[in-house]
């Protein structure tokens, strides 16, 4: 190691020998407090400043010790600012009372006087209903063949209640999410009408020989209420109600919405079915294990979230297509720690997609029994969904992704299902939501498939009519 004299000029010089000699600025010792020094080692810590040690060094070596010692208190200071400063317990729980400057609100204070503070979350009484009815779904559709009736999901018959579901015997229920507070791109809350909207959720499906929604009892179970101004208030309504969905015996699947939403959906999930016996397939660009933000609840961190919550383990969480460049090297140690099996679009290049997707595979059916699959469409390549909340550029095609989800879900026991982050008005053609409903179809198809023990691919045998399909005339 070489130690630079005090005296600036030849501080330089003697950095200009060292890189000359080959010496990495790393090795240059200035004179710092143990703290300092320990600080200056942290690579979290000179991450936030966009440097790293080699560059730091380089800055304090053309500075004398007094200065040098200075640069990084005022670093560590400024880390110290970003942290949270309390005030008077008091004065924050008051939206009356004006806080100090320099002090901070510990929780966003909500109205509990407020006579209709959960009046969005209220179910209407059925006895208030124009025209009594059984329960069961029922069709919007005016006409026998209607092509263009009023959109629902799938051309789904429509849900209301709970008590629709059970009495429908519905295998499958769609219902929309529209939340867009949990990211930057406010679009997502636009994703259930335009998904409703476009084709591509329902027909046959020609590599299966199986039209899903006529061997599946499936539902539109409309939108679940979003307080617009609050995504805690919301995850909390969005639990409620998709374990009410699960209790029904359906298998939810939720249109959003931003991947906030995988909080709540999980969380449900391990409600119904215990921690420990649900796993998950995350399929996104991004890994969602953000830690320390301000906020408990956004679409960078859920999955940190559920674990921190001891709601879901890391090993019963297999991450496909990830690469947002959000990710450091310090995450993906801390998702080592947690035993989280991650399969980044760097693994997919290198080895190969085929045997990327055996390993998923292999994965998914080596852990929990009950399997939730989340949908990110940034996994897709921005060519196949422009429209995407957090858009990244190399991810999968539509020729890896659709056999994909259609195989984890005919050949998985799946529980539920999400469509999360497709942003529909930051695409100005039609892509991304054809796109996403074709990859909610392809789960769909999976599920009959595994309902119907159909397990060889109609495609292969063109000539051969399946079972399935002779059998399929009506909708049950």
């Not at 947690?338 to 852990?367: N, P």
């Amino acid at each position: 190691m070489i130690a630079f004299p005090r005296i600036p000029a030849l501080r330089g010089a003697a950095l200009a020998m060292a890189l000359a000699a080959g010496i990495a600025p790393a090795a240059v010792q200035v004179a710092l407090t143990p703290a300092q020094q320990a600080f200056v080692d942290d690579p979290a810590m000179l991450q936030r400043f966009g440097l790293t040690r080699d560059r730091l060094m380089t800055i304090l070596s053309r500075q004398d010790a007094a200065a040098a010692q200075a640069t990084v208190a005022s670093m560590m200071q400024t880390i110290e600012a970003a942290k949270f400063q309390p005030g008077d317990p008091a004065v924050a729980a008051d939206p009356v009372q004006p806080l100090d400057p320099v002090e901070d609100m510990a929780a966003v204070p909500l109205n509990p006087q407020a006579g209709d503070y959960n009046a969005s979350t209220v179910l209407r009484p059925a006895t208030l209903d124009e025209y009594q009815r059984d329960p069961g779904p029922f069709s919007l559709k005016r006409y026998l063949y209607e092509q263009d009736p009023i959109p629902t999901f799938a051309g789904a018959p429509v849900a209301l209640r709970a008590e629709d579901l059970t009495a429908g015997k519905v295998d499958v229920a769609f219902v929309g999410v529209p939340l867009d507070l949990g990211s930057g791109w406010r679009d997502s809350q636009n994703a259930p009408a335009t998904l409703r909207a476009m084709y591509g959720s329902s027909g046959y499906d020609v590599y299966a020989g199986v039209d899903p929604t006529v061997q599946l009892s499936i539902a539109d179970y409309g939108d679940l209420s979003v307080d617009k101004m609050s995504a805690e208030v919301t995850v909390e309504h969005v639990r409620k109600m998709i374990g009410e969905m699960l209790g029904t015996g359906v298998i939810p699947f939720i249109v959003g919405g931003d991947h906030a939403l995988m909080f709540p959906t999980v969380a449900a999930m391990t409600d119904r079915y215990g921690v420990g016996k649900v796993g998950v397939v995350q399929l996104d660009a991004h890994f969602d294990a953000m830690k320390g933000d301000g906020h408990f609840i956004s679409d960078q961190q859920a999955v940190s979230r559920l674990i921190e919550a001891k709601l879901i383990q890391g090993r019963d969480i297999v991450q496909v297509g990830t690469r947002g460049q959000e990710m450091s090297g310090e995450d993906m140690g801390w998702m080592r720690t947690q035993g989280l099996r991650y399969h980044t679009m760097a693994e997919v290049e290198s080895r190969g997609w085929d045997k990327v997707l055996a390993s998923v595979l292999d994965e998914v059916r080596g852990g929990p029994e009950n399997i939730f699959v989340s949908f990110d469409v940034s996994v897709l390549d921005p060519a196949f969904a422009s429209g995407a909340g957090r858009p990244a550029p190399g991810g999968l095609t539509m020729r890896e992704a659709v056999p994909m989800v259609r195989r984890i879900c005919a050949e998985t026991k799946v529980v539920g299902f999400e469509m999360l982050d497709v942003a529909p008005y930051l695409d100005l053609s039609y892509a991304t939501a054809l796109n996403a409903n074709y990859i909610m179809h392809a789960c769909l198809t999976g599920i009959a498939m595994r309902k119907g023990g159909i397990k060889d691919p109609a495609y292969l045998s063109p000539l051969t009519v399946s079972s399935a399909t002779a059998t399929g005339a009506k909708r049950r």
